[in-house]
Structures are given as C-alpha cells and as structure tokens.
C-alpha cells in the first residue's frame, strides 16, 4: 500500500526525517514544505491503530484520527512544547474517541471475515486478533483507552497523565485495574470458545 | 504478604514505576511464586496482544491527502498554495481610473460655449397676410318695385 502523497512524486526533506518531533513540530509552525507530511507519516498509524482499537471500527477510526490531525495542524503555531506531540496528538484522539456517538458496538464474531485484516494471517494468529479487539470492546471505555496508552502506544505514566489529565496515582490504579480486566475477560472469552462480546 | 497484594504491584513493576525497595521484595516473592510469577507473564503478554493487533490494520491510502485536503494545505503535489489574486480588481480599478481621466482631459480641452455645429439662424420678420376688404354696400334702386 503506497502513501498517497509519495505516488504524486514529492518525497519529504530528508533533514525533516531525521528530525526529532520537537523539531518537526517547529517546522510545522514555519510552514516548512515537507513538515506536516513528515509528521502525518510518522504518526498517522499510530494514530488510526489507537483510534481503531478504542472504536472496533476501521471508517470512524480514520475520521477520528483525520480530525485529530486536523486539529493538531491548525494549533500547532500555538503549540509551546510543555508536552511531547505524541502525548498531545494521543490525548486529541482519545478524547475524540471517547466523545464519539457515532461508536458503534464492537462486537466481532471469532469466524467472521475480517475485513481490516490481510488475507494472508495464519489463522491462529488472526484468532488472537480477533479475541483481542473483542476483549477490548468488552471493556469499559476508560479502562480501554488508558491500556491502549501503555500497552500499545508505550506511553509513560506521566505522558498519560498528561493525555487524560488524571493523577499519577489514579493512572497507576486504573492501569493495573485495566490488565486485570483484560485478562479476566481474556480468559472468559477463550474458555467460552469464541462467543460474541457481551459487555461492554 | 499474600500473594494478592504483591499481584496488586504487579502492573507497576512490569512498568517499572514501583519504588526499588518494594521492587526488591517483589522480585524474592516471585523467585518462589510461579502462581504470581505466570500472573506477571499474563500482564506482559498483553502489550504483544495489543501490538500485533494493530499490526494488521490496514489504512486508507488516500488518508495523507483526505487530512491535507481537510487541513488546507496544497503542498500534498509539491505546488505551493494558490495566493489570493488581486491582479483582476487592479485591472478594473486602472480601467476606471483612465476612464475618468480621460473624461476629464476631455472636458477641459474642449472650449466653452455651445457645439460649433450649431449656428444662430436669422430671423425673417412674419409678414401677416392682408385682410379681407370690407364688402361695398350697395344702396337699392329708388323708383322701381321689385316684383
């Protein structure tokens, strides 16, 4: 799958793709040609992945993380640096991701067809896939998005103290809450053989 | 301690985020608790889950230029943003400028008075036609009757 933008031909600064974000960001601010397809590029999985895995659905997933981007570019002049971009870009998403009514139920069925998914998976491999995005979607919105900062997006506690503006201590606790929640569903889940996701 | 408040500091100690003292006697609990010890890989083994989860989505491959697009930014085909034309208004306002200057060179060039084409007429005096003369009255015949 190619970038839209590199099959127009343009291809990024290279000095911008070795920049850190912190740069980055400031080239963003000038306007610099390249800069803010250098950032889409670096965040525009990441962001769509968190997205994807706190909504279950891939369309409202895009247009989350496309608002987002949107918001971040727009803002950017005004943005100080008092947080890294990724914890702010990551707080824009969760909040949109958690404001948004348009979230549909994620239940997934362990033998559908998996759109999102490459044709090509070994199948146990797309099973565990599966069951994952189905104990995700039996969680608490809350619990979902502060493990998702931490398990897969790799933020610090104090970056998701920063994304969702909570205490370090509350940070702890919810995150430790949130394993157990996902491992206690994970086992349900796995021992009922693959039924559909009940709770959310 | 029961092994339910050492799996409570589980999630910290997998993060790194608890302090080295209680990091220290957590570490001896789990040497010989391989019920807490497998509660710890279960822990561990969700950040895997969650990765390659992710791993198989597959994004658009039009968002770059749908988020460009929405943003405003025309670079996305190396051109540079179109810059607001004010050559249109400048014509129109030049056009208008010469149009008014040309009328007034016109006005001030030209002499006063009325148009040379036209050229007073002289007057030719109104001769009234003669009037009628008066009817001669005929006096009647004396002597004679009429019959």
């Known amino acids: 799958m190619e970038d839209a933008v590199r099959t127009t031909g343009w291809s990024t600064d290279g000095r911008l793709a070795t920049a850190d974000d912190r740069a980055l960001v400031a080239a963003c601010a000038q306007r610099k040609p390249g800069a803010f397809q250098e950032l889409l590029s670096r965040y525009r999985r990441p962001a769509i992945s968190l997205a994807y895995q706190m909504l279950g659905d891939l369309e409202d997933a895009e247009d989350v993380a496309q608002e987002a981007f ?75 998005a502060i493990l998702l900062l931490r398990d897969q997006e790799g933020l610090s506690y104090t970056e998701i103290a920063a994304a ?37 | 301690m029961t092994c339910r408040v050492y799996e ?13 003292a209680r990091a220290a006697r957590l570490e001896a609990h789990l040497k010989v608790c391989p019920h807490c010890q497998a509660e710890l890989d279960e822990l561990g083994g969700i950040a895997t889950r969650l990765r390659a989860a992710s791993s198989y989505l597959q994004v658009s491959h039009d968002f770059d230029r749908r988020v460009l697009r929405a943003f405003g930014y025309y670079q996305v085909t190396g051109w540079t943003r179109p810059t607001k034309s004010y050559l249109k208004p400048l014509v129109i306002a030049a056009l208008f400028l010469l ?49």
């Open chain 2, 99 to 147: 149009g008014a200057l040309a009328g007034v060179w016109h006005f001030f060039t030209q002499p006063l008075g009325p148009p040379p084409a036209w050229q007073p007429q002289p007057v030719m005096p109104v001769v009234a036609p003669a009037a009628p003369a008066a009817p001669i009255p005929v006096a009647p015949e004396r002597g004679r009757r009429r019959r």
């Open chain 1, 70 to 144: 949107v918001r971040v570019f727009q803002a950017i002049p005004r943005f100080r640096g008092q947080a890294a971009f990724s914890t702010w870009l990551y707080r824009i998403v969760t909040n949109l991701c958690l404001g948004n009514r348009r979230r549909k139920r994620a239940t997934v069925e362990l033998d559908a067809v998996r759109e999102p998914i490459a044709p090509d998976s070994p199948s146990r491999q797309v099973t565990e896939v599966l069951l994952t995005r189905q104990v995700l979607a039996a969680m608490t919105p809350d619990l979902r």
């Open chain 2, 8 to 20: 409570e500091q589980l999630s910290s100690y997998l993060d790194g985020e608890l302090p080295a």
């Open chain 1, 164 to 200: 969702l503006r909570l205490p370090l201590g509350t940070v702890r606790s919810r995150l430790s809450k949130a394993r157990m929640a996902f491992r206690q569903i994970w086992t349900d889940l796995s021992s009922g053989g693959g039924e559909t996701a009940a709770t959310g």
